[in-house]
């Protein structure tokens, strides 16, 4: 367990770290002051329980003391750590100054038994037993959820706070072990697939986990309730079962119900063409209902590549994209149709269900952008998503400066009629200008990953500058 203790006087730092590592093991981490407790929340660690005395120094050794600092530590580190427990620990507080935060700091159920913890909390420095006591239940809580087995989370590379959300979920379906793999997630966030079993060893619970900061995770459930659920068709979406909002520091997840573990559209992409083109053509009527809803915008090709990668990302790679003149083609200007993407559909974000169907997962992207932007981001994560299936040596760099002449570029193809299907899908929506627009912003965007085929992705890009050019 680890605790944050803001606190001045040196008598009360030794008397409550003797009593709290005596109690419950705890590792307390020391603030001073109030410039010091700052800095150790800009370092984004991790924290089990933060106590903040009210009246403390600017810095350690100060005379400038005041209630209003630890008001301050308290909030900022409410805002990076909204689902730890806090507690004002203060002979002098004003209840009238923190009656707010008192009731606003909510409750939660920190460790899958279903006890709701106060969040925010106040104690008297003369009732230092029941401060005590309280810190002893909160580390008993968390040794309880360690006592949930992980199987998998070595190659998860998921550390103790991020793998919390998951004991918690799984605790809370009456799980003793979590069978874990991973999904996808490549930028911070975590997509796992999580088999829940009781002490029986049986299955009570399969669902797919996004674990990300708590603030991520409540953006996504924000962009699913109104993007998501009530609009897309009721096969082709992921249903959230819960979430964990607190008891993991930094961390929480959503969890969303899967009916059977399984492969995804790579998976298929490997072992027949035929039923990934069927799997393309699900998600293309799936996805109909945004797309209709699209009107044009004016877009410069800048801003949209803008959208897509900044600019500084590509400082590496600028004499390259000299040759394909980008800054005369990022001066052009475009009407293009806008409605809700998905805005990450790459093959590891489709899941297939037994019956073939596909099932969208990972809506942390979901909003406005152009209706070509999935269609062409499905087609592409082929080629230039880091866990793309082995194309035999398909397409070369000559290949991709033919992606426009479709017959010549799936020539040699080991999958033509999906990367067809989803040709088919882009041009329903969009003309070859607004297509080759979103090509060479997307195909430009894979420059900034380090595993990515750059002179396939510069090749692509270059296609689609020649028919913005033409």
Known sequence: MRI??????????????????RGCGADVVVAHGLEEALDIISDREDFDLIVCDLRIPTRRGSLEVDENHGIRVHDQARSLWPGVPSIFFSGYANLQNIGNRLSTGLSADLFGTGEQWVLVDHF?????????????????????????????????????????PLRIYGRQLGGSRLRLSRLGGLSGAKVVQVEVLDPSSNVVGLVVAKVALVADVEDEMSRYDLHVAPVLDIGALAHRTGQVLAGAGRFGAVFY??????????????????EAALVVEHLRDAFAVWQRAATRVPITVGELRSSRVDESKLDPFTSELDEIKWREVEALSIEMPQAVQHCDLHGKNVLIAEDGSPVVIDYGDVGLAPVVLDPITLELSLLLHEEHPDLEEWPSVEEGRQWFDLDAYTHGCPVPRFVRECRAWATE?????????????HAVRQLKYPDTDKALALA?????ASILNA
């Open 460 to 464: 692509i890009a270059g296609a689609a």
């Open 257 to 274: 119900r899967l009916a059977s573990s399984g492969s995804d559209l790579f998976d298929v992409i490997k072992e027949s063409d035929e």
């Open 4 to 21: 944050l203790l803001i606190e001045d006087e040196e008598r009360t730092v030794e008397e409550l770290t003797g009593l709290l590592a």
């Open 429 to 441: 929506w969009c003309s070859e200008t607004e297509i080759a627009a979103m090509v060479y912003a």
């Open 124 to 164: 008297d420095k003369k009732d230092q037993p029941d401060f005590i006591n309280r810190a002893i239940s909160l580390a008993d809580g968390i040794n309880g959820l360690n006592d949930v087995e992980l199987e998998g989370v070595e190659d998860l590379s998921m550390g103790e706070y991020e793998a919390r």
